[in-house]
């Protein structure tokens, strides 16, 4: 059994090819396999992604987090929308 199931999210792999409809396994907290929709996968906790997208973290190239980040740590504008890595 996997620790995650995101399950039914249109699944953006950053390569440019269309987003597919798809379930993302995450086990130990790292995508173990993409498997198609309605595959059967059990795991402890699953989430219904129907109708959002699921897509890796944005790396923002240019940012201004050298003054941010000492005050606001937790990066919530950054997270919030998808950044992942500055």
Do not use: C, K, W
């Not at 897509?55 to 997270?79: K, Q, W």
């Amino acid at each position: 059994m996997t620790d995650l199931l995101i399950r039914g999210a249109t699944v953006i792999d950053g390569t440019g090819t269309p987003g597919v409809r798809a379930s993302v396994v995450v086990d130990r907290g790292r995508i173990a396999s993409i498997e198609a929709d309605g595959a059967v996968v059990t795991a402890e906790r699953v989430l219904d992604a129907g109708g959002l997208v699921l897509a890796p973290g944005y790396i923002d190239m240019h940012s201004h987090a050298d003054f941010t980040l000492p005050s606001y740590p937790a990066a919530i504008n950054s997270v919030a929308q998808g950044v992942t890595t500055e």
